[in-house]
């Protein structure tokens, strides 16, 4: 009697903790959630399906991505520029392609055909300083660019005050 009364009591309780369990869960939510994308590698992002280069369109011209095969050997001299708290503004917070937040005070970095999340080595070839950043978003649409940092990256590599340098980029893995 005992027992039927713990069962009538505790088989409800268990019913309602398994739906409040459930209901936590989301079929909606995005593959390249801010969280997880922001700890994720891009090899841990390859392997589960995460990494990001599905071609997309900006100002009716269409880019396609690199494979990530074919990332692991890109290595590439140009122009970088950089961009910051105005297109934070611009966007309204807006998170970057990959679900990160944007942050212009840290390194990270956009580029048009790279998969994302991609790590790289970014050189100045007119100081020789040399960084590692994560790119996270799409850009520079500007034909000369071939990779846009954020304002700390500029910063670290010596050329947030001209506003572009020559530099040279490696994917490396992690």
Known sequence: MIADTMKRRTLPAGFLMLALALSSCSTGRSPFLREES??????????????????YSINGRVYVPMSYEQALAYEEVGMASWYGH???????????AYGEQFDPSAPSAA????????????????????IVVRVNDRGPFVDDRIIDLSAEGARQLG?????TARVRVEVISE
């Not at 922001?38 to 071609?55: D, Q």
């Not at 105005?86 to 970057?96: C, D, I, R, S, Y």
């Not at 050329?159 to 506003?163: I, L, S, T």
């Open 38 to 55: 922001r700890r994720i590698s891009p090899e841990e992002a390859y392997r589960l399906g995460k990494l990001k280069n599905t071609p």
């Open 86 to 96: 105005e297109t934070l503004k611009k966007n309204n917070g807006q998170p970057t």
């Open 111 to 130: 580029h048009k055909y790279l998969p994302l999340p991609s790590v790289v080595r970014v050189t100045n070839l007119e100081n020789s300083q040399s």
């Open 159 to 163: 050329f947030y005050q001209k506003g």
